[in-house]
């Protein structure tokens, strides 16, 4: 691991690889996606949309609760929605969150491995 000094990060030479909106747009996603519940959201989404009540059935999260988390992620489009009827189906709008779910996954399978 190559430690940098913030003196170094601060002068001329440094060129940071990822640039200031990017990081801002992660930082946001990773603050909302903080929380056990709505990371089993998006992991639930990962793969196919869900309408509230399958997310609170399959999930066991009060349907109020998975409420507030779709809508708040909603908001800041890290989830999409349409109407089915009178049925609201989410599904995940922003391909970060996939990227950010491999991440995890693989991260859960490495850090297995060291465990056991």
């Given at each position: 691991?190559?430690?940098?000094?913030?003196?170094?990060?601060?002068?001329?030479?440094?060129?940071?690889?990822?640039?200031?909106?990017?990081?801002?747009?992660?930082?946001?996603?990773?603050?909302?996606?903080?929380?056990?519940?709505?990371?089993?959201?998006?992991?639930?989404?990962?793969?196919?949309?869900?309408?509230?009540?399958?997310?609170?059935?399959?999930?066991?999260?009060?349907?109020?609760?998975?409420?507030?988390?779709?809508?708040?992620?909603?908001?800041?489009?890290?989830?999409?929605?349409?109407?089915?009827?009178?049925?609201?189906?989410?599904?995940i709008a922003n391909p970060l969150v996939?990227?950010?779910?491999?991440?995890?996954?693989?991260?859960?399978?490495q850090h297995r491995q060291v465990v056991?």
């Open positions: 691991m190559v430690r940098v000094s913030i003196m170094q990060a601060t002068s001329a030479h440094y060129q940071p690889g990822l640039d200031m909106e990017f990081l801002t747009e992660v930082a946001q996603m990773l603050k909302t996606l903080g929380h056990p519940d709505r990371l089993r959201i998006v992991e639930f989404l990962e793969n196919s949309s869900a309408s509230v009540t399958e997310i609170h059935e399959s999930l066991g999260i009060p349907q109020a609760v998975a409420s507030q988390h779709l809508r708040q992620m909603f908001h800041l489009d890290i989830l999409e929605s349409s109407r089915e009827g009178r049925r609201v189906i989410y599904s996939n990227n950010m779910l491999h991440c995890l996954e693989e991260s859960q399978r056991a």
